[in-house]
């Protein structure tokens, strides 16, 4: 029987460390099946979706911990999915404006308000064209519960976009038949 496994890893940023984990994974007849990994400062962070056989578990996640002795910490989640299955919608939001702490702590306030999963965010601070000011940019894939009205949660992220003095851009994509977590083999 095959589980999935979802973990993180952050550790001192240098060549060779996906290679390293996607062996540790490959030693143990896990499939890698989906990833977000990037250098942020120095350092590398990502986070993991594998499955693997029942019986080689235990030796993946202590294999997977041992790379603390390399510098990587490796927290590694069993994924057992039992959440029903619901309609949702999708969505994507950007933000860009000058930037200032309390971004997304303010827009993430909204989202959850309004029962809003974030389910992907990209953020970086840009030099501006002209000025060179700090620009603060965001990238969110959003999934909204379908009792919820996306037209009030435009309202919401507006008002907020003009409190913050930045551009945001609210598009629904598509409403979808989804369930909280994903089993095996979906």
């Known amino acids: 029987m095959q589980i999935p496994l979802v973990m993180t890893i952050i550790g001192p940023d240098r060549p060779g460390l996906v290679e390293l984990v996607a062996g540790i994974v490959a030693d143990h007849d896990g499939n890698w099946l989906e990833s977000q990994m990037a250098r942020l400062g120095g350092h590398f962070a990502g986070i993991l979706r594998i499955q693997a056989p029942a019986n080689?578990?235990?030796?993946?996640?202590?294999?997977?911990?041992?790379?603390?002795?390399?510098?990587?910490?490796?927290?590694?989640?069993?994924?057992?999915?039992?959440?029903?299955?619901?309609?949702?919608?999708?969505?994507?939001?950007?933000?860009?404006?000058?930037?200032?702490?309390?971004?997304?702590?303010?827009?993430?306030?909204t989202l959850a308000t309004f029962g809003v999963n974030v389910e992907e965010l990209h953020t970086e601070c840009l030099s501006a064209p002209m000025s060179g000011e700090a620009l603060f940019k965001a990238v969110a894939k959003l999934r909204l519960p379908a009792d919820r009205d996306a037209a009030e949660l435009r309202k919401a992220?507006?008002?907020?976009?003009?409190?913050?003095?930045?551009?945001?851009?609210?598009?629904?994509?598509?409403?979808?038949?989804?369930?909280?977590?994903r089993s095996a083999g979906d």
């Open 56 to 109: 080689r578990e235990p030796g993946l996640t202590e294999a997977l911990r041992s790379l603390a002795t390399q510098g990587l910490t490796v927290v590694v989640h069993p994924d057992r999915p039992d959440a029903p299955a619901c309609a949702q919608f999708s969505a994507l939001l950007e933000i860009m404006g000058q930037d200032r702490p309390g971004i997304i702590r303010q827009i993430s306030r």
């Open 157 to 181: 992220l507006e008002k907020i976009a003009s409190d913050l003095l930045v551009d945001i851009s609210f598009a629904e994509l598509t409403a979808v038949k989804h369930r909280a977590a």
